[in-house]
């Protein structure tokens, strides 16, 4: 928990030297690492460390009947599990509400910039198709998990083949194929979220930091012939927003996107 | 002094009759075994463990550092960064507080200086009925392994002089591994905490104070 004391500490830093307790300027991202191929029996893992913040994520397949509304398309499912090890205010147990938005705003910014392709998941139309699981588990939490969940789930999802679909039995087998998985890599989500501190912005935000903010704002973006297109937005917390605010974000967000995650987004292009 | 070593769990640290076992050890038969991880100290008949990890565990008479988290109509929870929460009562301060006014004196988050007058079981009584102790104002906190506090202040708190010379702030460590510090400007508290965490991190490495004093320099340079 977070005392009075080092909360004003934050506030005052912020207002008076526009700079962070550990030293960061407002929209500084900490060092990002990546770690593949952790696991032997998913189709695509990976460890992703945002300074002392890391989680792990794995990708299987598994097949199941579409859905009725699109017998012609796979599907895909996020799961994310805060496991007490990461953080003592995690608790054991079924999902809480916490990891269940975690979960739906990962899931969101990847399906609504069509990055991949539902269609050629399809096996048979109406009766089979895969569907990609993507587990995502905190294995320490230094603040800002919710980035760190979306980039996890990315690389593994580009780390991931194909595993071999055996006709006769219908079912998935143990080997796995070089092929990858059916993306549209051009479209790649990149998701940050922006925490409101007093009257400034910050973003990659420490626990406690984390723990203070008025409120935060998660935007996953694409970009498309140049131009960034917003595929999802959650806004999370109890204080308010206004327009004007939601403009600066967006401001600052296409600036942070080309000067700091350029990079990051063509280092996990570079996988599979 | 001899020299330290390392101990896991049930590792036989010592074998002989006269020896006595001291914090976290056991005797069994003409063995002393480890009960912690952490490393294994003989001071002439006497063995013992510094841990090397492992949450604080409160003693009657320690004096910690904690925040309040919970108020009820008798008194306030205070979490010190143990196994539970302790509680300081409204008998236990120094002045007479009105019942529904408890929020005026202490409120959430806030941070108290306090002392241990009680542990039974899973309950630990706190007061603040001493010379010293009560509500700490301005400042900030930084948390390190209560096992390492006794480096932090150094023999007769030569240590902790040397940080308050250095970065001229105000510090108060509280037993329980809570570490309060208070400067003039927010640069030199963030510096006494790069200094509180190298030395938690480097506590076991033989000429700590000529580290830290290195260490301190470089600091300066950076900032320059």
Excluded at chain 1, 195 to 219: H, Q
Aim: net charge negative.
């Amino acid at each position: 928990m977070t005392s009075l004391l080092d909360k004003k500490r934050i506030f005052e830093y912020l207002e008076k030297e526009g700079k962070r307790l550990d030293g960061r300027k407002p929209l500084d991202v900490r060092k990002i690492e990546f770690e593949e191929n952790i696991s032997e029996n998913a189709e695509g893992s990976v460890s992703v460390k945002i300074g002392e913040t890391e989680v792990y994520a794995g990708v299987k397949l598994s097949i199941n009947e579409p859905y009725p509304d699109s017998p012609d398309e796979g599907s895909m499912s996020v799961n994310v599990e805060l496991s007490p090890m990461a953080d003592e205010d995690f608790e054991l147990g079924p999902p809480k509400i916490d990891a269940i938005e975690m979960a739906r705003i990962v899931d969101r910014g990847i399906r609504e910039s069509k990055f991949i392709d539902f269609k050629k998941l399809c096996i048979k139309e109406g009766e089979k198709s895969f569907t990609i699981n993507i587990d995502i588990y905190a294995i320490n939490n230094e603040g800002n998990l919710l980035d760190a969940c979306s980039l996890a789930a990315l690389s593994a999802l580009c780390l991931a083949k194909m595993p071999k679909y055996n006709e006769k039995e219908e079912k998935i087998e143990k080997e796995i194929t070089n092929k990858p998985l059916p993306l549209r890599r051009e479209n790649m989500p990149i998701m940050v979220t922006f925490y409101k501190i007093g009257k400034k912005f910050i973003i990659d935000p420490k626990r406690d930091e984390e723990e203070i903010a008025d409120y935060r704002l998660s935007i996953a973006i694409s970009e498309e012939d140049e131009e960034i297109k917003i595929n999802a937005i959650q806004k999370g917390r109890e204080g308010s927003i206004s327009f004007e605010e939601i403009e600066e974000i967006l401001k600052k967000l296409e600036e942070i996107y080309r000067k700091q995650y350029l990079k990051i987004k063509e280092k996990i292009l570079s996988y599979g | 002094m001899e020299e330290r070593k390392i101990v896991v769990p049930g590792e036989i640290i010592v074998e002989g009759e006269s020896f006595l076992p001291g914090d976290f050890v056991r005797k069994e038969g003409n063995y002393i075994l480890a009960n912690k991880y952490g490393l294994a100290e003989i001071e002439g008949r006497l063995v013992k463990i510094i841990p090397l990890s492992g949450v604080y565990l409160p003693r009657k008479g320690n004096i910690i550092i904690g925040r309040v988290t919970s108020i009820n109509y008798r008194g306030w929870l205070i979490d010190f960064d143990g196994h539970y929460n302790g509680f300081l009562s409204l008998n236990e301060v120094p002045k007479f507080i009105n019942k529904g006014e408890l929020r005026d004196y202490l409120d959430y988050g806030e941070v108290v200086y306090a002392k241990i007058i009680e542990v039974e079981g899973s309950s630990t009584e706190l007061s603040l009925k001493f010379k010293g102790l009560g509500k700490l104002e301005g400042g900030q906190l930084i948390s390190i392994n209560s096992f390492k506090v006794p480096r932090l202040i150094g023999k007769e708190g030569s240590m902790i002089s040397l940080i308050k010379e250095l970065t001229k702030t105000k510090i108060i460590v509280g037993q329980n591994g809570v570490v309060w510090v208070k400067g003039e400007k927010i640069e030199d508290e963030i510096k006494a905490k790069k200094i509180i965490k190298f030395i938690e991190e480097n506590s076991f490495v033989s000429g700590l104070t000529d580290n830290v004093k290195k260490f301190a320099e470089k600091l300066e340079e950076e900032n320059e």
